[in-house]
């Protein structure tokens, strides 16, 4: 599938993010995943894209399902807050892996390698010039940047996951997906919080071009809580 018609299959259409990290009930190990099975429930219901992290899971889910897949690996490098795709190492890897869509942290923060994130990108497009890029940022600043500096797609993902955008919001960002389809030339991925098919909805109405949804379909250990916390128990 080229660039254009990968993109223009996800217009409209709901993401689901399948991940299970260490110490998650759904994690088994380093060579075994469940994510697949999760994959294939998202896509027998309707879902036309995939969203998950590390190389196991992305190779393996891309046996299982025809969408596209978005890629990323969470590694922590000690002493800076990123996590999400934050090196070229983990670029190879989900290049190599058949990533079709590689996620990543496009927030302004410093970075381990003394790079600015718009060297970094510009660097990822000189090695790979064909892989398409998500950029998960929390800001609009940070949006607008990301464009400018050569990505595919903006996600929302770490709106409120940042020390400069915590405790703006309990639910999905609305106003900020307002803002970026209002100033970005490039499609904007709805992701964070969205726990409900209306709020999914929404988001739509607003202008998000896709919208990513995680905890709330594929992780029963977030969702069992919701509902605990929800009955007062």
Do not use: W
Request: aromatic share 6%; charged share 25%.
């Amino acid at each position: 599938m080229d660039k254009v018609k990968l993109l223009e299959s996800l217009k409209g259409q709901l993401i689901v993010s399948c991940q299970a990290l260490k110490g998650e009930p759904l994690y088994i190990d380093e060579k075994i995943t469940m994510m697949p099975l999760m994959a294939r429930a998202a896509i027998q219901a309707g879902a036309k894209g995939i969203r998950t992290n590390g190389v196991l899971d992305v190779v393996e889910i891309k046996k299982e399902v025809s969408v596209p897949v978005i890629g990323l690996i969470k590694k922590q490098y000690e002493g800076f807050p990123q996590y999400i795709t934050v090196g070229m190492d983990e670029i190879d890897a989900l290049v190599k892996a058949g990533a079709d869509i590689i996620a990543l942290d496009c927030t302004m923060r410093e970075r381990y390698d003394g790079l600015t994130i718009n060297e970094f990108i510009a660097s990822i497009k000189n090695k790979y010039p064909d892989i398409l890029l998500m950029a998960d940022i929390s800001s609009f600043e940070e949006g607008v940047n990301a464009q400018n500096a050569g990505v595919d797609l903006v996600g929302t993902t770490l709106n409120g996951y940042t020390p400069y955008t915590e405790g703006n919001h309990n639910g999905p960002n609305f106003e900020l997906i307002e803002k970026l389809v209002k100033e970005l030339k490039i499609p904007v991925i709805a992701e964070g919080r969205v726990h409900t098919p209306e709020q999914a909805k929404k988001m739509l109405e607003i202008g998000a071009y896709a919208v990513v949804v995680g905890g709330a379909i594929t992780r029963p250990l977030e969702i069992a809580t919701r509902f605990i916390k929800g009955m007062g128990l």
